[in-house]
């Protein structure tokens, strides 16, 4: 079993940067990948950005060179960096954790990009 708790979430306005955590706890050890996935009114949830125990991360398209998804040391934390936020960003935004072929999300956190 594994619990995450997410933070960091809030309202900004165009342009701004938010910094999104993960925190996992529980069965932590031998975690495969480690992200974010995000859902706005009325659409599909989609995955955001991720990141594998060997280091690769992969992002949507829409967020490259904006968003940047980091981990610490030993995988127990999940890092998103957001900068230059637009109104299409608005969403909430779940953390992401596979581990030994069972996959675990978060509650969200809601991101709110408006003038």
């Known amino acids: 079993q594994v619990q995450l708790v997410e933070s960091g979430g809030g309202s900004v306005q165009p342009g701004g940067s938010l910094r999104l955590s993960c925190a996992a706890s529980?069965?932590?050890?031998?975690?495969?990948?480690m992200g974010w996935y995000r859902q706005a009114p009325g659409k599909q949830r989609e995955l955001v950005a991720e990141?594998?125990?060997?280091?690769?991360?992969n992002y949507v398209d829409s967020v490259k060179g904006r968003f940047t998804i980091s981990r610490d040391n030993i995988q127990t934390t999940v890092y998103l960096q957001m900068n230059s936020l637009k109104p299409e960003d608005t969403a909430v935004y779940y953390c992401?954790?596979?581990?030994?072929?069972?996959?675990?999300w978060g509650n969200g956190t809601l991101v709110t990009v408006s003038s």
């Open positions: 990141i594998t125990s060997g280091g690769t991360t």
């Open positions: 992401n954790v596979r581990r030994a072929r069972v996959t675990y």
């Open positions: 529980g069965s932590i050890f031998s975690i495969n990948a």
